[in-house]
């Protein structure tokens, strides 16, 4: 395991922004996405009757409403030992392939970085 202090200043901050969402919110998930100029989206777990979004989905669309057209990372908080494959799938629609997501457990300790690809 990589804690999140091998991480840069840039990335810490988003691990730090997605477990606040998860926290804030009380939501099984938090993630925070960062555009290609720096801004951040963070979102946490959507669960309606009619609309259910992992919170790294509700970052990336967050994202994509507020005009980005670039991501240069993500990252979500979770119980979760890896990023699933729809969570990746959305940033690599936005990021491309080799956008870095980060999953951090509820103890904002990095678990694993993998590219969106």
């Given at each position: 395991?990589?804690?999140?202090?091998?991480?840069?200043?840039?990335?810490?901050?988003?691990?730090?922004?997605?477990?606040?969402?998860?926290?804030?919110?009380?939501?099984?998930?938090?993630?925070?996405?960062?555009?290609?100029?720096?801004?951040?989206?963070?979102?946490?777990?959507?669960?309606?009757?009619?609309?259910?979004?992992?919170?790294?989905?509700?970052?990336?669309?967050?994202?994509?409403?507020?005009?980005?057209?670039?991501?240069?990372?993500?990252?979500?908080?979770?119980?979760?030992?890896?990023?699933?494959?729809?969570?990746?799938?959305?940033?690599?629609?936005?990021?491309?392939?080799?956008?870095?997501?980060?999953?951090?457990?509820?103890?904002?300790?990095?678990?694993?970085?993998?590219?969106a690809g």
């Open positions: 395991m990589t804690e999140s202090t091998d991480l840069g200043p840039e990335d810490r901050k988003i691990v730090t922004l997605a477990r606040s969402a998860r926290a804030r919110n009380g939501v099984p998930e938090g993630a925070a996405v960062r555009d290609e100029t720096g801004r951040t989206y963070v979102a946490g777990t959507v669960q309606l009757e009619s609309l259910k979004l992992s919170a790294l989905q509700t970052a990336v669309a967050m994202a994509v409403a507020s005009g980005a057209t670039s991501l240069e990372a993500a990252a979500v908080v979770s119980e979760a030992q890896t990023p699933s494959d729809t969570d990746r799938a959305a940033v690599r629609d936005l990021g491309g392939p080799d956008t870095p997501v980060l999953l951090a457990g509820p103890d904002g300790a990095l678990r694993v970085s993998v590219t």
